[in-house]
């Protein structure tokens, strides 16, 4: 059956969205067998206009999870975190732990440094705008979750929808001067952990460079490329970069642009483009109580603004 969804036609899919303006939930696709050619072109047509998607117990494997991704394009991996002595508990590189789970089993004690290095992820972001190439698109798989009213939510915010309501004052300003914002994993971490992370500048650090505000090239929709990662936006004093930040990124996450999805069981799959979106993790009381094991795979973006103004190179400047 054919059916159309807000202006886009789904035959072998089918959509529910989940706000006004972005986010949808997919059902109908069967992850058990080889997906189609047509099927997989809805799912690309659904994410570009949805930004968020969510499968329900999609019964996917680290394999399958891995193979689906890579539909997406060329997959990052942690072997530059391994190699600088970084424990990975999973069985393939291509797979980021995104748990509260250690490498021997148990859940990670939320005061120790990993903890309050993944507080960063708690704080709207975009995945890898401090690294050269930055992310596409992210898919995150839950292989065990924490009872229902726990907590361990994952939010997101519409940055396209955030950019066509500012003024046309402010959009006229921002189109004009073309801002550069540089983003850096030590700003966010530092910010959301301040106590554990007071002896790092991140000024002694690379930075990732990007437009602020840049055209989404698969729908053809002006984007506020913002996240809790930038550290200042560049030709602007410092007073002036923070003011100018601080009045986006709020406007961007004000409640009306946010939605909050809840991982309901294992096997449930969210893909979201990190191009359109930005994301958060909602914490809860589960944190010292119950294993929260969630794995991503991210893929690297493929646009034209995919290296924004950085060297091609493949030092990841998340690393210590």
């Known amino acids: 059956m054919t059916v159309t969804t807000n202006g886009t036609t789904f035959s072998h899919i089918s959509i529910k969205p989940l706000h006004r303006t972005f986010g949808a939930e997919v059902s109908g696709v069967d992850f058990s067998a080889p997906l189609t050619d047509e099927v997989f072109k809805e799912i690309h047509q659904a994410i570009t206009k949805y930004g968020v998607l ?36 999973l069985k393939y590189a ?7 789970v ?19 992820n708690d704080l709207f972001h975009v995945d890898s705008s401090f690294n050269p190439r930055r992310a596409g698109y992210s898919l995150l798989l839950a292989h065990e979750l ?47 952990a301040p106590e554990a992370f007071a002896g790092i500048n991140p000024l002694d650090y690379p930075m990732g460079r990007h437009q602020l505000v840049q055209r989404h090239e698969a729908s053809g929709r002006m984007n506020l490329y913002l996240a809790a990662h930038i550290h200042h936006i560049e030709d602007l004093t410092p007073e002036e970069s923070q003011a100018l ?11 009306e ?15 979201w483009d990190n191009t359109c979106t930005m994301h958060r993790a ?28 950085n060297e091609h190179t493949d030092v990841r400047q ?3």
């Open 146 to 192: 924490p009872p229902s009213g726990m907590g361990g939510h994952t939010a997101f915010a519409d940055t396209r929808t955030a950019f066509d309501d500012l003024s046309p004052e402010l959009k006229e300003q921002l189109l004009a001067k073309n801002y550069i914002a540089c983003h850096s994993m030590h700003h966010s971490r530092k910010k959301a």
């Open 102 to 120: 250690e490498a021997d089993g148990t859940i990670l004690d939320p005061t120790s440094p990993r903890s309050q290095a993944n507080k960063g």
């Open 245 to 255: 930040f601080d009045q986006l990124f709020k406007y961007a996450t004000r409640n």
């Open 257 to 271: 642009n946010t939605l909050e999805i809840e991982w309901e069981q294992p096997g449930d799959l969210v893909l």
């Open 94 to 100: 291509e797979l980021f732990d995104v748990s509260n």
């Open 54 to 89: 969510v499968f329900r117990n999609t019964g996917l494997t680290d394999e399958g999870h891995i193979d689906f991704s890579k539909k997406f394009g060329e997959l990052d991996d942690v072997k530059p975190y391994i190699s600088a002595g970084r424990k990975h508990r």
């Open 318 to 320: 998340g690393l210590p």
């Open 282 to 309: 909602v914490g809860g009381p589960f944190v010292r109580k119950y294993k929260r094991d969630m794995r991503r795979t991210t893929v690297h973006d493929s646009s034209s603004t995919a290296w924004g103004l």
